[in-house]
């Protein structure tokens, strides 16, 4: 689906070295944290067990180096999505990185085994991804592998599941609560300025081509966030998407779209062609002004609520709220 990146941009992240690169347990932190193994995670694919404080991390999901960044380590390994300078280019990552930057070990779902067999790692981690079973048992022979979270379908489980699934991994279990904690008081505080928006609806989606668009489900990362803030999506929303996570669509179904607010990523050129469409002139939301259109980047808006992590909701947050205020 050509959305899908772009989209998926969609969708819509990345990982080098682990910032403690002296082994010795000299720190408090770091002897908190090794006293915390070993810790068993569950997921997707069964269990596992991590025995020592992993030290050379390598992250498979699209986003998940967020979190590992957030706890104070520097994957040596991650996949690329974005393309655009992804290890260095976000804001709201880019100084975890510094100079540092991750091997990149494939892209999206598609894996270099001997380039992560090559970094040697004692942990690699898989949430925001679509990692297979094969894929599994496969890197399993490498390294410890702590797959998608049970219960939920690949790229819907919260980023509070994903930061929890990577915390415990980590041993950081304290460290993961506080850092999950500011994030939802971020939410709160926005809830309790706009109490306004609680109930009201929202759908999300992407020009992709001439006529076509994506829609993404109610558990894609970009409806949790607005979701969080108070808005919800109508019944006929969640009946297109049905458990797919990205919904490709002609124009011809843009009564799907129709919303309190609804919210389109892309460029400033599919915006401008998407206003002058004549299927997209005639809907009630472009008529009444409730659209919202965000860029992918410059400012970055679309790549962070796509992450939606602990480190990248805080600068979605700071972006998105007043565009949200600004439509009436």
């Known amino acids: 689906m050509a959305v899908a990146v772009t989209a998926a941009l969609v969708l819509s992240a990345c990982g ?25 995670v569950d997921h997707k694919y069964g269990s596992t067990t991590i025995d020592a404080e992993p030290k050379k991390i390598v992250t498979l999901g699209l986003s998940d180096q967020d979190a590992v960044l957030a706890l104070g ?14 290890y260095g280019k976000w804001p709201w990552a880019e100084d975890k ?7 990149i070990v494939g892209e999206r779902d598609e894996y270099n085994v001997e380039k992560i067999a090559a970094l040697k790692p004692d942990l690699i981690v898989a949430q925001y991804s679509g990692m297979k079973k094969e894929q599994y048992d496969t890197l399993s022979k490498i390294a410890k592998v702590v797959a998608q979270p049970k219960g939920a379908e690949d790229y819907q489980a919260s980023w509070q599941v994903m930061t929890r699934q990577i915390g415990k991994a980590l041993g950081k279990g304290p460290e993961t609560e506080k850092l999950i904690t500011d994030v ?14 609680k109930g009201k609806t929202v759908a ?11 829609a993404f489900s109610p558990k ?9 803030m108070g808005f919800t999506t109508s019944e006929a929303y969640r009946k297109a998407l049905g458990k797919d996570n990205i919904a490709d669509l002609s124009f011809e179904r843009l009564d799907v779209m129709e919303a309190d607010r609804t919210v389109w990523l892309g460029t400033a050129e599919t915006e401008a062609a998407m206003k ?4 997209y002139k005639k809907t009630k939301v472009n008529q009444e002004k409730r659209d919202l259109f965000l860029p992918y980047d410059s400012p970055d808006i679309g790549a962070a609520l796509s992450f939606n992590t602990v480190l990248s909701i805080p600068y979605a947050i700071d972006q998105v709220v007043p565009k949200l205020e600004a439509v009436k």
């Open 73 to 86: 380590l520097k994957p040596v390994g991650s996949v690329d999505w974005f393309k655009e300078k992804p």
């Open 220 to 228: 894609d990362p970009k409806l949790i966030f607005l979701s969080e």
């Open 204 to 214: 999300v989606g992407e020009p992709y081509e001439p006529g076509k668009f994506s």
């Open 16 to 40: 080098n070295g682990d910032e403690k690169t002296d082994p010795k347990p000299s720190s408090k932190p770091a002897d908190s944290a090794a006293a915390a193994f070993p810790v068993t």
């Open 97 to 103: 990185w510094g100079s540092t930057p991750p091997q």
């Open 184 to 197: 939802d008081a971020r939410f709160k505080a926005v809830r309790d300025k706009h109490p306004e928006w």
């Open 276 to 279: 002058g469409d004549p299927l």
